[in-house]
């Protein structure tokens, strides 16, 4: 019997929601989809591509056979061939870390919380033009640049390009698309795995030569400038389908500095390994924590405007995801108030697996650490940047070091869809010195604090959830057999709930602040996007 086609448009690279799972798992040009069913639905606190450990090496070697049901003799060729890579003995799940057992393989710690290397006094650390180019690194590094915005009549849209690469195989790239708009309940969802992209652009191309803050594929351009006015701005234009065009901006202002932990080279890194100097793997982000959008998105000939606030974030992750956290949180908060202008409250926490942390005296196994990094933006400055970290196992009531920043599930319920113990709500909350914009040094003697309760419903049924964005089995879509597969192999169950709903923030300023609302709380009216992620129990 024929294999059953996705409905597909006039791009043959893309891959409609409309098209059942059945549909795209039968149809051969849709295999490439599988491996970014990780990256697509997420933010970037998970933009990595889990699926793809455990096909890439392999799939574009299968016939379509083998998608729809998989002989024996397939999954005996899986394990053979990555022997070479030394992926053999992860796939057959002998290795400490595929078992996930948590034993420490040396005392100590080994892992290198970025949180942990930078003083509270130095955490601000400018953007260098560098920290925006492409590295399309390759080994198992996954690289992304998402924008988020609120566009003006309360919908939510967001643009990513994925860079992933898996050992000696050629890399892949993607561009993502997400609208949503919760007055009518309309969703627009792309997926596009590009071809000939290049970063820089090539000759030829439009904008400056040679720089890797831009790129460019078949189906899109993105173009980096600065303005006279010192404003830093993404031109993005993308054909993504029949129905689907791109062209819209995103443009930081002057007066609002980007960010990574920790100044020069190696600021941002957190590294796993017990030897720093040959680590076995990275995370790092580097954020615009206000971004203002315009122009348009063309769904089914009708133009949107895409005016709005938002965010932007470059994410690389130098190792293989299963191994790097299992748990994430992110919130992105984006407001304009009456008295404190333009207000952001941007959050990244992700908690360790137990195979990386820290070990106790006298203890037989790591103790998972969880790493919260943020930023606080009032009247359209950079007021703030928070960084913590806590053992994963502490009591609520216990503060985290250094600072305390966190994000906390309350009241968690099973979730008979996903058999996770979700939140009904989530608190953000941030503490950090106040940071002098001149010198970039913090205060750490007068603190910036903030906070931020979401009240989120219950997770089952969904129907009752508040401001469900998705709530995404990443592995649903797989065939059976390579869905096994990558639970034993990586010991995984990865689900992603996104929400989007109206939230205050209540900041409070030091006397010390040089503005308005010094020495006061303000409540601040605004929006929330935020991802609580599960990948392992």
Not at 18 to 47: D, G, K, N, V
Not at 98 to 109: H, Y
Request: glycine letters at 10%; a neutral charge.
């Amino acid at each position: 019997m024929a294999a059953a086609s996705c409905k597909r448009g006039s791009n043959r690279n893309t891959c409609t929601a409309s098209a059942s799972p059945l549909q795209r798992a039968s149809c051969y040009r849709c295999q490439r989809s599988w491996l970014f069913l990780w990256t697509r639905f997420c933010a970037p606190s998970t933009i990595f591509p889990l699926v793809q450990l455990a096909i890439e090496p392999f799939e574009s070697r299968l016939p379509s056979s083998f998608i729809a049901s998989p002989p024996l003799d397939s999954l005996r060729r899986v394990g053979s061939i990555h022997t070479m890579s030394g992926w053999g003995s992860w796939l057959k799940g002998d290795s400490a870390a595929a078992a996930g057992s948590g034993a420490p393989a040396a005392s100590g710690s080994n892992f290198h919380a970025i949180t942990d290397t930078v003083s509270q006094d130095a955490l601000f650390g400018p953007l260098q033009a560098s920290d925006l180019e492409w590295t399309c690194a390759g080994g198992f590094t996954t690289e992304t640049q998402t924008w988020y915005s609120f566009l003006e009549d309360g919908s939510f849209a967001t643009s990513q390009i994925i860079h992933s690469a898996v050992g000696l195989w050629y890399p892949q790239v993607q561009m993502t698309f997400k609208y949503f708009n919760p007055k009518t309940g309309k969703k627009i969802w792309k997926s596009v795995n590009v071809t000939k992209f290049a970063a820089p652009p090539s000759a030829g191309a439009a904008g400056p030569q040679g720089d890797k803050r831009s790129s460019k594929a078949a189906e899109f351009t993105v173009l980096f400038t600065t303005t006279e006015a010192g404003e830093d701005k993404y031109t993005i234009t993308a054909n993504l389908d029949a129905d689907l065009q791109l062209s819209w901006s995103f443009v930081r202002p002057a007066a609002t500095q980007g960010w990574k932990l920790g100044a020069g080279p190696k600021g941002g890194f957190s590294y796993f390994g017990s030897n720093l100097g040959s680590p076995e793997g990275y995370v790092i982000h580097r954020f615009w924590p206000v971004a203002e959008s315009e122009g348009h998105i063309i769904s089914q000939g009708t133009a949107i405007d895409a005016k709005g606030k938002g965010m932007f974030v470059h994410a690389i992750q130098g190792m293989r995801p299963n191994l790097v956290a299992a748990k994430w949180n992110f919130a992105n908060f984006q407001a304009q108030d009456d008295k404190l202008g333009r207000v952001s409250g941007i959050m990244m926490e992700f908690t360790t697996t137990p195979d990386y942390g820290s070990v106790a005296e006298g203890a037989n196994a790591r103790e998972s650490l969880t790493v919260n990094i943020g930023s606080i933006v009032a009247d359209g400055k950079l007021v703030a940047v928070s960084a913590a970290t806590r053992s994963a196992g502490s009591p609520a009531s216990e503060a985290s070091r250094k600072s305390n920043s966190f994000a906390r599930h309350l009241d968690p319920m099973l979730d008979q869809d996903t058999g996770y113990q979700a939140p009904q709500a989530i608190e953000f909350h941030w503490q950090a010195p106040l940071l002098d914009s001149a010198s970039g040094k913090g205060d750490v003697d007068h603190k910036v604090e903030a906070q931020l309760k979401v009240d989120l419903g219950k997770p089952y049924p969904s129907s009752e959830t508040h401001g469900l964005v998705d709530k995404v089995d990443v592995l649903a879509e797989i065939p059976y057999m390579v869905r096994k597969l990558v639970n034993y192999v990586a010991g995984t169950k990865p689900y992603i709930y996104q929400t989007l709903n109206p939230a205050t923030l209540t900041l409070t300023l030091p006397e010390q602040y040089a503005g308005a609302g010094k020495g006061e709380s303000t409540s601040i009216k605004g929006t929330l996007f935020e991802e609580h992620t599960f990948i392992s129990g």
